[in-house]
């Protein structure tokens, strides 16, 4: 599973990175963005989908 932040939809919630910290992480203005490559380990995919549910934005993408 892969995760991608979509920046142009992105609007500095910060919901991702309470759900699943491990994925998302935010700069210092509060915009998201994933750690490395966006590859979600096995444990973490449940957060991840919760990130993705609870964007506001609809600006997180789950892939596989
Ligand atoms: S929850 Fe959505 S809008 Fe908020 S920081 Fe994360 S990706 Fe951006």
């Known amino acids: 599973m892969k995760a991608i932040?979509?920046?142009t939809k992105c609007e500095g919630y910060g919901v991702c990175?309470?759900?699943c910290p491990e994925v998302f992480v935010l700069d210092e203005w509060g915009y998201a963005s994933v750690v490395g490559d966006g590859d979600v380990a096995a444990g973490e995919e449940e957060n991840a989908r919760a990130a993705a549910a609870a964007c506001p934005e609809d600006a997180i993408i789950i892939e596989g």
């Open 17 to 19: 990175a309470e759900k």
């Open 5 to 7: 932040v979509d920046a």
